[in-house]
């Protein structure tokens, strides 16, 4: 009872969380890109709902999460697109989105993997997110001011982010180890192993959007008070 939950709803329920998160921070901040991470996380919560119901209606959702990922990949450099000034970094954010574009087409139409869950690709979500979030820690030393890091909502969905992707890809390329070692046999026992990684992930996800709603909230009252 306990994986299940852990394997199914949670996942919906981080992403909500982000989405009451983004939400918050429309009311302080008007900028696009809070918007474009807001109908963002609206819509995974949407598809990881879905694909909660597929999984307890014995259906294929793997689908689903392929399309997750491509957008989370998109719309998450997009918002550091917007938020980062120097150049370079750009540049370095629009190869990002480039490799996990075309990653994406290679892998799930031209290799026509689309219905299956695509590890590989979550583990190159998680490590352009991680480049990007230590581009912003970087860039916050590098430019460090008077004013106080915890009182900046970029720095906590940056931590949140950084704490989940980090692990994460470490997760995403295990299981695309153990999947296809244990492919020919998947025993009930290799079958736990990988729910419990999976659900490992899925905590992580639900710390990473509590993290981003704490700051939210943290960031409204302190704006309120000046």
């Avoid at 909660?52 to 990922?69: H, P």
């Avoid at 290799?111 to 869950?117: A, I, N, S, T």
Wanted: charged share 15%.
């Amino acid at each position: 009872m306990a994986y299940t939950l852990i394997t199914n709803f949670i996942e919906p329920l981080a992403y909500l969380i982000f989405s009451i998160a983004f939400f918050f921070e429309t009311r302080v901040d008007k900028a696009i890109k809070i918007k474009v991470l807001l109908v963002h996380y609206s819509v995974c919560t949407i598809l990881m709902a879905f694909a909660t119901w597929k999984a307890f209606s014995e259906q294929d959702n793997r689908w689903i999460y392929n399309l997750v990922g491509l957008q989370s990949a998109v719309l998450i450099c997009y918002y550091f697109l917007q938020t980062f000034k120097d150049e370079r970094r750009k540049k370095a954010i629009r190869y990002l989105i480039i490799a996990n574009v075309v990653y994406f087409v290679m892998n799930n139409l031209v290799f026509r993997r689309f219905f299956l869950f695509d590890s590989i690709g979550y583990a190159l979500l998680s490590a352009s997110v991680s480049i990007i979030a230590f581009m912003y820690f970087y860039d916050v030393l590098k430019n460090s001011t008077e004013r106080r890091l915890w009182n900046d909502f970029d720095f906590w969905l940056v931590s949140g982010y950084l704490f989940y992707f980090l692990v994460s890809f470490a997760i995403f390329l295990t299981y695309h180890y153990l999947t296809n070692k244990i492919l020919d046999t998947f025993t009930d026992e290799e079958r736990n192993l990988l729910t419990v990684l999976w659900g490992v992930q899925n905590v992580l996800l639900f710390l990473s959007a509590i993290t981003t709603l704490s700051g939210s909230l943290w960031t409204t009252f302190r704006n309120r008070l000046y």
